[in-house]
């Protein structure tokens, strides 16, 4: 079947099913060994979150010859998140003094981007999920600006592993 023509003659196709939203993207502190999302806590308000995951990657060559190799290192991530103050802090998903969780000794589990619709009219439809473990807490801020009436924190996470995953 064709697409629909439009004003200026162009045919317009479907491709696909459709991008994600951030309307449709959450966090979630996972809490348990291994970042199990089945004790997760929603990070609510949050405005603004960014994560990259990369390895060290060096080329070598051979004396003498045109020959490449690839020199690759340990992987390493890191997580940037802002939101707005609510009734409680960032981190009131994480639990205290629990170990291997224990953010007394920096250690925050895992965390988890949901990316993708929960349901419609309710049939389940796929998410995109993030799945960070091994997460440590490296900095916290904290910012406001009296005009915008806003109170904002950011906090910087890194991370020894990132999966991606699909889940139903």
Not at 15 to 24: E, L, P, T
Not at 27 to 43: E, R
Not at 92 to 104: E, L, M, R, T
Not at 117 to 124: A, F, P, V, Y
């Amino acid at each position: 079947m064709a697409g629909d023509i439009d004003f200026f003659g162009y045919e317009r196709q479907k491709v696909g099913q459709y991008i994600y939203s951030s309307d449709y993207a959450s966090l979630y502190f996972a809490n348990s060994p291994g970042g199990n999302i089945v004790s997760a806590a929603k990070a609510g308000l949050v405005q603004s979150a960014a994560v990259s995951y990369q390895h060290n990657v060096q080329p070598r060559f051979e004396a003498g010859s045109h020959e490449l190799y690839w020199l690759t290192g340990q992987s390493l991530g890191s997580v940037q998140v802002g939101r707005l103050i609510g009734d409680l802090g960032i981190l009131a998903g994480v639990q205290y003094g629990q170990d291997p969780n224990n953010i007394k000794k920096g250690l925050l589990g895992g965390l988890e981007f949901k990316i993708g619709r929960l349901g419609l009219q309710g049939i389940s439809v796929k998410q995109d999920i993030l799945m960070l473990s091994g997460c440590v807490l490296s900095a916290y801020g904290l910012s406001f600006n009296v005009g915008g009436l806003e109170v904002q924190e950011s906090m910087t996470i890194q991370t020894a592993l990132v999966k991606r995953g699909i889940r139903a």
